[in-house]
């Protein structure tokens, strides 16, 4: 029997309907999540937006029980289907628990060429994973772009840097700006404070 293309497209739909309430019985857990990343691997049918959350919700568990790799298979497919920055920053955040840099830059990368909501949030991330690689050059430059953005995050963890090599005069630059943007912010006050009182307090018995 020959279908036509129309009849063909239900009858793919109908199965593939069928095989995610098959997922939809499975518990919570491993198996379900790798039922999850083989259906996503088929191209052949659209997602709907309660399957995009069933995968999405499988992907963070994975992640928080540190299933990291079938995390970064559901991950990267949803990624791969859903171009957008809460795949994409979920995929990074994955690879580079798993160690993956060029990986996890690679996709802030491309998610900052698509006009994002939080292109200063995306360059201190993407800063963040170079620092964590001993990129601290490459780094720099991405929370300079933070800081031209207005990112108080980057400008704090750039001053913590600078603190920690002893430049204490753009430590304390760094941290008076990082106050003046979030006069809370979680460690800047104690970094001003540090910068203020010099070698000293990071090394008692040193003099400045």
Not at 90 to 108: E, F, I, P, Y
Not at 176 to 192: C, F
Request: contains cysteine; glycine residues 10%; hydrophobic residues 45%.
């Amino acid at each position: 029997m020959i279908l036509h293309s129309a009849a063909f497209a239900f009858v793919l739909l109908l199965f593939s309907g069928g095989e995610w309430d098959k997922v939809r019985e499975i518990a919570p857990g491993s198996e379900r999540g790798e039922a999850i990343a083989n259906l996503l691997a088929d191209d052949s049918v659209d997602l709907e937006s309660a399957e995009l959350t069933l995968s999405w919700e499988a992907g963070q568990r994975a992640a928080d029980s540190l299933e990291f790799e079938l995390a970064f298979r559901i991950q990267e497919q949803l990624y791969r289907r859903v171009p957008a920055e809460w795949s994409g920053v979920n995929m990074a955040l994955t690879a580079h628990k798993l160690g993956r840099w060029q990986t996890a830059d690679l996709v802030l990368g491309e998610l900052l060429e698509s006009k994002p909501t939080d292109a200063a949030g995306l360059w201190s991330q993407r800063g963040i994973f170079a620092l964590g690689d001993g990129r601290q050059r490459l780094a720099r430059e991405y929370f300079g772009r933070a800081i031209c953005l207005g990112s108080p995050d980057a400008t704090g963890i750039l001053a913590r840097e600078d603190l920690a090599l002893y430049n204490f005069e753009p430590a304390r630059a760094g941290f008076r700006a990082a106050l003046a943007s979030n006069s809370k912010h979680p460690w800047a006050l104690r970094g001003w404070g540090l910068s203020l009182l010099g070698a000293a307090a990071l090394h008692p018995g040193t003099r400045n």
